[in-house]
C-alpha cells in the first residue's frame, strides 16, 4: 500500500480546523426545496466581513447533507456556539452573524422550543428529536460537506478499506460481517454475511456488486439522504464488499428522480479515483475496482433485485424467477451481490469499529441500528436513526414528540406498501425484524406513517392497494389480477356498496396473491390490507353494514346537514356552496340539496354561526 489512511486523516483534521468557526448549513433535497441554497449564498456574501469582528480567525459555510429534522428546515448548526437554530429563513442571517456570530448573543426566537414545556433548546443533543437517536448510517449526514473528499476522510472514510486491503484476508472481511450479525436493510432482512458468503462461493470470474438505491416506498428517503449526505461511506462500503466476495465492478442503481444523489455520487467517484481510493490499483495494492451509476426511470419494481437487474442490462425491469439467485447467476450472467444502500453504508462502521461493537446494539437477532422515514401525523417528522428494539412508543411520543394537535394515536403504516399496520397495543413492541413479521408487519424499508383518530383504515389499505396495483409490472397473474380486483373491492366499500360477502373475498384473494406472486411487490401487497382487517375489521364492517365511516373521512358515506334552529340565513353557505346545492330566503333556515352535494365542506368551514354540520 502506497496510501497511509491515518496520515490523510490527519491533514484533513487540521484542514477542517483551519476553516475557523464551522456554519453548517442543510443542503439536502428538503431544505434546498426550503430555499438553503439562498441561505448559503447570503451566508458566504455577510460572512466575508464577520472574522476580523468575532472571536474567531475564519468564518466558513459548509453546506451539509440532511440533518434529518426535516420538519424544523432549514436548519444551520453552528458546532463552536453549541447552537443549532430552525426554520432559518433569508432574512434571519443577517441576524444570526451580528447577534450570535459578532456579539455572541444567542438567537433565541430561532431556537427549537420544547413542545411540552415551549422552552427553548440551546444544542442539537438535546432536542428530543435527537436524544434517543444512535447515527452509524447516518452519522456524518449533516455534519460534512458531502462534495469534499477532505470532509470524509476526517471522519473515517476509506479507513475501512485500507484495513481489509492491508490484512489482505477476504475471507476474513465476510467473516467479520457475519459475526456483526448485519442483515439486510432493504426488506426481508436476509443475512447480509450469508449473502457474501453465497457470492464469494463462485470467486475467481467475473462477478459484480449491485448497490440497490431504488428506493420507491412513498415517503421513504434514508438511503437518499446517505447518497447526498456523506457518499464515500457508500463507495467505501462497495469497494469492501467488492474485496470480499471477488468483484472487481459495481453498479449503483439510483431513480433519476434523485438528481442531487446522483450529482454528489458522480463527484464523489470521480475524487476517489483520483485519489486512488477506488479505480486501478486502489491505494496501491493489486485490488482493481470501479463503481459506475445507472439512473433507473423510477418504477417500484425495480426494487426487487432480479428486476433491478433487468434494468441495468437494459431490458424492461421486470422480475425473474428464482432460482437462479443474483449470487450464482446475477448482472450479465454473472454472480452477483446485492444490498442496499443502508445495508452498504453500515459495512465501513463494521470493519473500523469491529463487528462486536456492532453487535451490541440491538437485539439478539436484529443486531446495530435502523433508519426510518417518520412522518404523518406527529409532531416531529424526519429522518431517524434508532437501535433495533426501539420500541414504537419511543419513536412516537419521544422522538416524534407526540400526536399533533392533541389528537389520539391510532396506527402506524410500517414499512410503506410492502408493510403493515400497528395499533396501540403494539406501543411497547420492540421494533425488529421478527417481532413485526409477528405483528404481521415488516420493517420493509422503514417508512413510518403516523395515523390519528381521524384517519380512515379501509382509506389508508385503498391508498396502498392503488399505490401497489399502479406500480405491478403485469408479468404474473396472481399480482395483475389479484391486486386489481382487490382494488376493486376497496374501492366499492369506500363509497358505501360493498358487502360482507366482499370482505371474505378480499381475504381470500390477499392469500393467494401473496402465495402465489413472483416477487416480493405481489408477496407483500396484501400486508396493508390483511394487517388492517386483523386489527380494525370493525371498521370494514362499519362501511359496509352501517354505511358510515367512523373517521368522517370517505365522502361517500358523509352527510353534510343544516341545523334549522343555529341557522340565520345569511346565505353565506348559499354563496361559498361551489355546486349551488344550497338555497334559502335570507333571515330563514337554508337547505341543501343532498342529491348535488359533494360533500366538499366549504360551507361547514364557513359557517359563522356553527349550524352546518357532518352526520
Not at 427549537?112 to 437517536?133: H, L, T
Not at 485500507?162 to 489482505?168: D, G
Not at 475524487?271 to 463503481?291: C, P, R, W
Not at 419494481?301 to 428486476?307: F, K, M
Request: charge should be neutral; proline fraction near 4%; include cysteine.
Amino acid at each position: 500500500m502506497n496510501i497511509n489512511i491515518l496520515d490523510e486523516q490527519n491533514k484533513a483534521k487540521e484542514s477542517i480546523k483551519a476553516q475557523g468557526l464551522r456554519v453548517l448549513v442543510c443542503a439536502g433535497t428538503g431544505c434546498v426545496a426550503n430555499g438553503s441554497l439562498e441561505i448559503i449564498k447570503k451566508f458566504k456574501e455577510l460572512g466575508a466581513d464577520v472574522s476580523p469582528l468575532s472571536d474567531f480567525d475564519k468564518v466558513t459555510i459548509v453546506p451539509t447533507g440532511c440533518h434529518g429534522f426535516c420538519e424544523q428546515g432549514v436548519l444551520v448548526i453552528i458546532p463552536e456556539l453549541d447552537v443549532t437554530y430552525v426554520k432559518v429563513k433569508l432574512a434571519d442571517v443577517e441576524e444570526i452573524i451580528e447577534s450570535h456570530i459578532k456579539d455572541g448573543k444567542p438567537v433565541e426566537r430561532l431556537l427549537y422550543k420544547d413542545p411540552k414545556s415551549g422552552e427553548p433548546v440551546y444544542k442539537n443533543e438535546d432536542i428530543n428529536f435527537y436524544a434517543k437517536q444512535t447515527r452509524t448510517s447516518l452519522a456524518n449526514c449533516g455534519n460534512i460537506n458531502a462534495e469534499e473528499l477532505s470532509e470524509a476522510i476526517a471522519v473515517g472514510a476509506y479507513e475501512g478499506l485500507a484495513k481489509v486491503l492491508k490484512q489482505n484476508d477476504p475471507n476474513a472481511v465476510i467473516d467479520e460481517i457475519v459475526k456483526s450479525g448485519l442483515r439486510g436493510r432493504g426488506g426481508g432482512g436476509f443475512p447480509t454475511g450469508m449473502k457474501w458468503k453465497f457470492t464469494a462461493a463462485n470467486r475467481g470470474g467475473k462477478s459484480y456488486v449491485v448497490c440497490n438505491g431504488d428506493e420507491g416506498d412513498p415517503g421513504a428517503f434514508m438511503d437518499r439522504s446517505v447518497m447526498e449526505g456523506d457518499p464515500h461511506k457508500l463507495l467505501e462500503g462497495i469497494a469492501i464488499a467488492g474485496f470480499a466476495v471477488g468483484a472487481d465492478e459495481a453498479y449503483i442503481y439510483v431513480r433519476a428522480e434523485y438528481p442531487l444523489a446522483i450529482k454528489r455520487l458522480k463527484i464523489a467517484i470521480a475524487q476517489a479515483e483520483e485519489a486512488h481510493y477506488l479505480g486501478s490499483k486502489v491505494m496501491g495494492t493489486d485490488f482493481n475496482f470501479e463503481i459506475h451509476i445507472k439512473e433507473g426511470a423510477g418504477a417500484f419494481v425495480c426494487g426487487e433485485e432480479t428486476a433491478l437487474i433487468a434494468s441495468i442490462e437494459g431490458e424492461r425491469g421486470m422480475p425473474r424467477p428464482k432460482p437462479p439467485f443474483p449470487a450464482n447467476k446475477g448482472l450479465f450472467g454473472r454472480p452477483t451481490l446485492i444490498n442496499n444502500v443502508e445495508t452498504l453504508a453500515n459495512v465501513p462502521v463494521i470493519i473500523r469499529k469491529g463487528a462486536d461493537w456492532f453487535s451490541s446494539l440491538g437485539t439478539e437477532k436484529s443486531k446495530g441500528t435502523k433508519t426510518f422515514a417518520l412522518t404523518g401525523e406527529v409532531n416531529n417528522t424526519g429522518l431517524i436513526e434508532v437501535p433495533m428494539g426501539t420500541t414504537l412508543r419511543e419513536i412516537v411520543f419521544d422522538i416524534g414528540g407526540g400526536i399533533r394537535n392533541g389528537k389520539k394515536f391510532k396506527a402506524v403504516q410500517m414499512g410503506g406498501p410492502s408493510g403493515g399496520c400497528l395499533t396501540e397495543e403494539h406501543l411497547d413492541m420492540s421494533m425488529d425484524y421478527d417481532s413485526l413479521i409477528k405483528a404481521g408487519a415488516m420493517i420493509g424499508s422503514g417508512g413510518l406513517v403516523v395515523m390519528n383518530e381521524d384517519t380512515c383504515i379501509v382509506e389508508v389499505a385503498r391508498f396502498f392497494m392503488n399505490f401497489t396495483q399502479n406500480e405491478s409490472c403485469g408479468k404474473c397473474v396472481p399480482c395483475r389480477e389479484g391486486t386489481k380486483n382487490m382494488l376493486k373491492i376497496l374501492e366499492k366499500i369506500v363509497k358505501g356498496q360493498g358487502t360482507m360477502e366482499d370482505l371474505d373475498t378480499l381475504e381470500e384473494l390477499a392469500k393467494a396473491v401473496k402465495d402465489g406472486s413472483l416477487c416480493g411487490l405481489g408477496k407483500t401487497a396484501p400486508n396493508p390490507v390483511l394487517s388492517t382487517l386483523k386489527y380494525f375489521r370493525d371498521e370494514y364492517i362499519a362501511h359496509i353494514k352501517d354505511k358510515k365511516c367512523p373517521a368522517g373521512v370517505c365522502s361517500a358515506l358523509k352527510t353534510i346537514a343544516i341545523d334549522e334552529d343555529l341557522c340565520k340565513g345569511c346565505s353565506k353557505c348559499a354563496r361559498t356552496c361551489p355546486v349551488g346545492a344550497i338555497s334559502g330566503q335570507i333571515k330563514s333556515p337554508f337547505k341543501i340539496d343532498q342529491s348535488k352535494c359533494i360533500k366538499c365542506g366549504a360551507c361547514l368551514n364557513n359557517c359563522p354561526f356553527k349550524a352546518i354540520k357532518q352526520v
